[in-house]
């Protein structure tokens, strides 16, 4: 008998072969397909043994290898306290120096006094050393009060500065006085 093709029923577990000289298809035992299944799955199961072992005698490293490990520096908090007080109109600034890029950024009022002087303005700007000048270029708030965030980003590296200001809310003749603080890595 001459087989053309068979088709496997793994539902049936049962072989079908059809022969070309009788036209006919035949059904094989079941038992000489779970055989063929059982004989096929040890000789899979067997090479994949082999591999992982391979594969595990195969990552070893030798002692003479080097490794190059890159250390990961911590950022650490800087906190800058500024005091001092200013007139109508009047600005204060104060250099600070961010030193790892990326980490956040907070400023704001600790105290202001009078109370009756309920908020002055707070800027964050570029510091220019050669000319002692801070450009309010990266942030400001006209309406800081005491005890809030007033400002509050992601700087990078650089030399920056805090400038406080009267943003209108100090009366002609009086002087406002002022703790403020800028946390920054």
Known sequence: MQTDYSLHNVRDSAVYSF???TSSLRLSPP???????SQFARA???GFAMVSIV????????SNASTLTTPTVAATLATDTFTGSIDQNG????PFTVTTSGYGLLAGYT???????????LGVGAWDASSSTCSLNVSQ?????SGSTALSGTPNSGSYCLRVYDAGNIPAGMSASYTVQVQHY
């Open 91 to 94: 600005t204060a600034v104060f």
């Open 141 to 145: 708030n006209d309406t800081g009060r």
């Open 31 to 37: 038992g000489r397909f779970m055989r063929f299944a």
């Open 55 to 62: 594969g595990l005698f195969g990552c070893g490293s030798s």
């Open 19 to 21: 022969d070309r000289e």
């Open 111 to 121: 105290s202001i006094s009078p109370a009756s002087i309920a908020a002055l303005g």
């Open 44 to 46: 899979f199961s067997t």
